[in-house]
């Protein structure tokens, strides 16, 4: 059976912020979040690491209007699987990459 419709919902992470890069023009950033370890999509997807997170013009900045590498950050977002995943690149049992696109950041 097709799927006609899907609906995502929004996943929240915690981790530690690392290559944060924005730039203000676009007012879009990228950054690398290291996995708490207790975090369950750590725990179902063994050996993964970390998670890239785009930060879009939308996102809201909670508590914060910055943050920097090493800051601890909980992340509200969509969660997608890398396109990598599907390019023939993935080899199991390799953990699947992730990639978040950030509604709320807050420290």
């Known amino acids: 059976m097709q799927s006609r419709m899907l609906e995502l919902?929004?996943?929240?992470?915690?981790g530690q912020v690392s290559g944060y890069v924005y730039d203000p023009v676009a007012?879009?950033?990228?950054?690398?979040l290291i996995v708490d370890s207790s975090a369950p999509i750590k725990i179902l997807n063994s050996g993964l690491l970390s998670i890239t997170v785009h930060q879009i013009p939308?996102?809201?900045?909670?508590?914060?209007?910055?943050?920097a590498d090493g800051d601890q950050v909980k992340v509200r977002g969509l969660l997608f699987v890398d396109s990598s995943f599907y390019s023939g690149n993935y080899h199991p049992p390799d953990p699947v990459a992730f990639i978040m696109v950030a509604?709320?950041?807050s420290k």
């Not at 996102?59 to 914060?64: A, C, D, H, I, V």
């Open 103 to 105: 509604d709320r950041i």
């Open 27 to 32: 007012q879009m950033g990228t950054f690398t």
């Open 9 to 14: 919902q929004e996943q929240t992470l915690s």
């Open 58 to 67: 939308q996102t809201y900045l909670r508590n914060s209007p910055t943050f």
